[in-house]
């Protein structure tokens, strides 16, 4: 393994538990702001990663991506909240589904806007090699926050996206809608990993790639892939 490959990997797990750490504190805070005290009641207004942390979503599964040289996504464990706290219960699902794809945007916008600032004021730094490693560091960082934004806006349960359709369907259907999401997860991972083996094509590549992966070359400094 290269200098690079580690120094990519190293910079991808430290972007990845930022990105997601704060993806799920995100939920949980407008959650609260939105009048639901479970996630603070349960500790998960915090940034500490331990408080966060899947073994499989958060460690494994994105370790499997990266040595297939996949998008990396993946997933925390959920941060509690109950919706009979909001006074709009569909409306306050969707300002809380989407806080977290929200949170990555924001991210990905400050890491590119740190890029723009380093190479437009140093343009020589690129051309040592720890000027290498530093826009590296950014670019990988401003793609797994994009990655995770736009997986998570797909819209199907239980990813952040599906929080719409609460919008769309009547309020007596909800309590039915949420126990499906809470069910829906496993069967959604196993169609991720599964279905581009028995396709021979990757769907979520492809729209991580046109999504995540053009959004990140209009506005990082440099191309990045």
Do not use: C
């Not at 990845?16 to 998960?44: I, M, Q």
């Not at 169609?191 to 769907?203: D, S």
Request: hydrophobic share 50%.
């Amino acid at each position: 393994m290269s200098a690079d490959d580690i120094a990519y990997y190293a910079f991808a797990i430290v972007s990845f538990v930022v990105a997601l750490t704060v993806h799920e504190v995100s939920h949980g805070f407008a959650a609260y702001k939105l009048g639901d005290p479970t996630a603070k009641r349960s500790g998960r207004l915090s940034l500490n990663p331990l408080k966060h942390i899947d073994p499989f979503g958060t460690v494994i599964l994105p370790l499997l991506l990266m040595v297939m040289h996949m998008p990396i996504f993946g997933y925390a464990k959920p941060v509690p909240y109950n919706p009979s706290y909001f006074k709009d219960p569909r409306k306050g699902d969707a300002i809380t589904g989407l806080a977290g794809p929200a949170s990555n945007l924001v991210m990905a916008l400050i890491g590119a806007g740190i890029a723009q600032v380093i190479y437009h004021a140093s343009p020589n730094l690129l051309m040592g090699q720890g000027g290498y490693y530093v826009m590296l560091f950014f670019a990988t960082f401003v793609l797994i926050n994009l990655y995770l934004m736009f997986f998570n806006l797909i819209p199907i349960p239980p990813l952040d996206g599906s929080s719409i359709i609460a919008l769309l369907i009547p309020e007596k259907m909800l309590p039915k809608w949420y126990s499906i999401q809470h069910y829906a997860f496993p069967i959604f991972m196993i169609v991720v990993i599964a279905l581009p083996y028995l396709i021979h094509f990757n769907p979520f590549s492809w729209y991580l790639d046109v999504t995540a992966g053009n959004l990140a070359n209009a506005i990082f400094p440099i191309r990045i892939s």
